[in-house]
């Protein structure tokens, strides 16, 4: 059973367009979800991360939605641009003892021109 | 310059062939190391874990071993390698517990034919 899950395999949107990734989790204990950003033939990298405590993180265009009571949470990216075409991985870990950080299977991004 | 540093890029090898990857840490001391794998078009399934010079931890069994025989180094392998193997192997290193953030290497891409 997938501990953290992202709905969509793939997303195509506009450029200047919000795009929004989802995302859920099983665990209760998860309090740290890091959104990763990989781009093909690279290693993933942080972009954004949100701690259980808060509903809502923004760093510029990226903003992170949370819902605890739902075990959700939601990437936006406002006015997208071609180069944030990407694959985008939703992960969470258990700050209490954990030293394994779980990753979702992806959201494939293409923003087109 | 580029704190982490794996190699080799690129590997072809054969069914039951011997593996070893490796992966160096510059400029920080005493960082968490780890070891994900990612299938093509994947997620990413973390292997090991090192939190200490000649401790390891492995989280999946694959059929693979991992060793930390210096701070800053990290190394990967196999004596006799599976089809399964095929895919891209990432190092990442962490200065803080619990994977707060990880920072991920450019990957090596193993095929297994």
């Known amino acids: 059973q997938q501990q953290v899950r992202q709905s969509s395999q793939s997303l195509t949107v506009w450029e200047g367009e919000t795009a929004i990734l989802n995302c859920s989790y099983e665990?209760?204990?998860?309090?740290?979800f890091p959104w990763y950003q990989q781009f093909p033939g690279e290693g993933p990298a942080l972009l954004i991360a949100?701690?259980?405590?808060?509903d809502k993180k923004e760093d510029g265009r990226f903003t992170i939605f949370f819902n605890k009571r739902e075990k959700n949470l939601s990437l936006h990216i406002k006015d997208s641009q071609p180069g944030d075409s990407a694959t985008y991985f939703c992960?969470?870990?258990?700050?209490?003892?954990?030293?394994?950080?779980?990753f979702g299977s992806g959201t494939q991004l293409t923003v087109m021109p | 310059a580029q704190t982490i540093h794996q190699w080799p890029v690129a590997e072809i090898k054969a069914v039951g062939s011997p593996l070893s990857l490796g992966c160096t840490i510059k400029?920080?001391?005493?960082?968490?190391l780890y070891w994900y794998w990612q299938a093509t078009g994947g997620t990413l399934q973390q292997l090991f874990y090192?939190?200490?010079?000649?401790?390891v931890e492995s989280v999946v069994q694959l059929n693979l071993s991992a060793s930390r025989p210096k701070d800053d180094q990290f190394i990967l392998s196999t004596e006799k390698l599976l089809l399964s193997h095929s895919g891209f192997y990432l190092c990442?290193?962490?200065?803080?517990?619990?994977?707060?953030?990880?920072?991920f290497g450019s990957g090596t891409r193993l095929t297994v034919l």
């Open positions: 990442a290193w962490s200065l803080l517990r619990d994977t707060e953030t990880l920072y």
């Open positions: 665990n209760s204990a998860f309090d740290y």
């Open positions: 949100i701690r259980s405590v808060s």
């Open positions: 992960a969470a870990s258990a700050s209490s003892g954990s030293w394994q950080l779980i």
């Open positions: 400029g920080k001391s005493s960082p968490n």
């Open positions: 090192s939190i200490t010079v000649g401790q």
